[in-house]
């Protein structure tokens, strides 16, 4: 399934959107972030979105993660236009960081198996928390951190969606697993909030360490590809996308390179993944 050309370009466009209005809010409360993966990428690549995204990532050391969601929440600049969904106070949701969710719009992903959750055309906001330089004990704790994610997502739902390397019998066996788990978890009235705290207790475990200088994201298929020194990220260097400026790390080629190994060569066609929505509102239909 693919995109209508002209809609998915409407759909880059309102999250362009999103995205400015992001900037402009940060910019008026001091809150550091950039632009990163994919959205980076398309900068870097292509001066604006890789032809076949439909998202926009970026992302925000955890103090300023923590800064923005409590003052956009307050501030009516941004309240009255979007929501700010997150697992601790959106029902339904189950993502470890946060969505800026434009109000009256419709994005429902196909791989969307969580009937309770509805969320809006967005942008994703990834928190960044510091990490130690012992790599054994880094991936220590970035297998804890995704079991107890994965936990609170089984707390909500039974089938979430598997990756497509389960095949075959373990594939069934890990479906029969995961609906066995929610039931448990149902059962024992175990939520995903308070699983979610046990992830965040770890992911948060080094932010106040004295002398840190390696941050990464935790909630990544592989966090150790994320994982970049402060004088990667910052100060930050403005980078056009979409004739606009915005802020990127400042080693942009390292954080790409960890991430993409060779980020400049076009992927294959089977390779280029998007979201794909299955229900697409615009909320102008009607205009």
Not at 56 to 78: G, Q, T, W
């Amino acid at each position: 399934m693919e995109y209508d050309k002209d809609i998915l370009r409407k759909l880059q466009l309102t999250q362009l959107g999103i995205l400015k209005d992001i900037d402009v809010f940060c910019k008026k409360h001091d809150i550091e972030y950039f632009i990163a993966y994919g959205t980076a990428i398309g900068a870097v690549r292509h001066d604006g979105f890789i032809p076949w995204d439909d998202d926009i990532d970026i992302c925000m050391v955890r103090k300023d993660y923590n800064r923005f969601i409590e003052l956009a929440k307050m501030e009516s600049e941004m309240n009255i236009k979007y929501d700010i969904l997150n697992i601790l106070d959106t029902p339904g949701y189950i993502s470890p960081f946060i969505k800026v969710s434009k109000k009256g719009t419709l994005f429902t992903e196909a791989t969307n198996t969580n009937k309770r959750y509805k969320q809006g055309i967005f942008v994703d906001i990834l928190p960044f928390d510091y990490v130690p330089d012992d790599k054994v004990l880094r991936a220590k704790m970035f297998r804890k951190a995704w079991i107890w994610s994965r936990v609170a997502i089984l707390c909500e739902i039974g089938d979430p969606i598997l990756p497509v390397e389960i095949k075959g019998v373990k594939r069934a066996v890990t479906g029969f697993g995961c609906k066995a788990v929610h039931i448990i978890l149902k059962v024992i009235r175990f939520n995903k909030k308070k699983a979610f705290n046990r992830y965040l207790k770890i992911a948060t475990k080094y932010n106040s360490e004295p002398g840190l200088t390696l941050m990464a994201e935790f909630d990544d298929l592989v966090p150790e590809r994320t994982v970049l020194a402060e004088k990667d990220i910052f100060p930050t260097k403005d980078i056009m996308f979409e004739g606009s400026m915005f802020p990127g790390p400042a080693n942009m080629h390292l954080h790409l390179s960890n991430y993409y190994g060779d980020y400049m060569e076009l992927p294959p066609l089977e390779m280029r993944h998007n979201h794909m929505a299955k229900e697409l509102v615009f909320g102008d239909e009607g205009c």
